[in-house]
Every structure is written in C-alpha cells, then in structure tokens.
C-alpha cells in the first residue's frame, strides 16, 4: 500500500483568529478559504510540504449532527478537548520563543517527556491543543 496523510482537520469557531495563528505566528501558508462568516472551511499548510494540509473548518457543520451534540462539541472545544494535533520541528527552544512572542497561549514550555520526546505545548483560538515535538 502506499498512503500518505493529506488533510488533517481541525476545529475553528472563528476563522479571521484561526488565520492569525496558524498563517501568521505558525508560518503556514494559506491553500484555499471558502465559505463566508463563521462557515468558512480553511486549509493551510507548511510551504514545503504541500501535499499535507490541516482543514480548519466549523464544528458541526454536518447536517446529521443534533443540537444536543453541537451543544457537546462547543463544550468541549471551550475545555480545548475536543480537537489536538502534534507537529514537529528540529529547534524546539526557537520555535517555542517565535510562537511565545506571537502571544500564543502557552500551555507546556519545552519539557523531556519521560516516554523520550521533548516537547512543549500550545492552545490554537479555537481551544485546540497544539503540540510541538522536537526532531532528533
């Protein structure tokens, strides 16, 4: 088999701060954004690896979901448990201090797990747990 990941997704709940972050503190580069108001679907990505994306898009947009479940979904983005994604970079410490001057909210400065990764940890606007691992 030969599979690749594509497009990751992502909740947002308010797509002007969700391009602030991930175009303007995390770097990535904007690939497409349709929609209008807050049902805006936007996907953005690292500019050196086009063929993987993340899809920023509205929480329970899907017609089959009840209001009882949309109810859940805002719950849990508010508690910032409904949505993560770990990413990766070779300078921890700098990125760590790029993404702390952008205002980002810090949730873990740089730490050596003990499972042996060192890592540091963020919150996207949406609630969205942004985790950072060093390459080694």
Known sequence: MDITIHTSFLPHD????????????LGFEVRSDV???????ITVGPADQP???????????????TEDERRT??????????GWILLATRDLD??????????????QEPTEQPY??????????AGNLVRIQEVR
Do not use: N
Request: net charge negative.
């Open 14 to 25: 308010d797509p002007d701060a969700a391009l602030a972050f991930y175009r303007d503190t």
């Open 51 to 65: 063929g993987t994306s993340i899809l920023l898009a509205p929480p329970a947009a899907d017609p089959g979901i």
């Open 94 to 107: 700098s990125t760590f201090e790029q993404l702390q001057a952008g205002d980002a909210e810090v949730v």
């Open 73 to 82: 979904i805002t719950e849990m983005m508010a508690k910032g448990t409904y």
């Open 116 to 125: 042996g990764v060192r890592d540091c940890a963020f919150r996207d606007p």
């Open 35 to 41: 929609g209008h108001g807050k049902m805006r679907w």
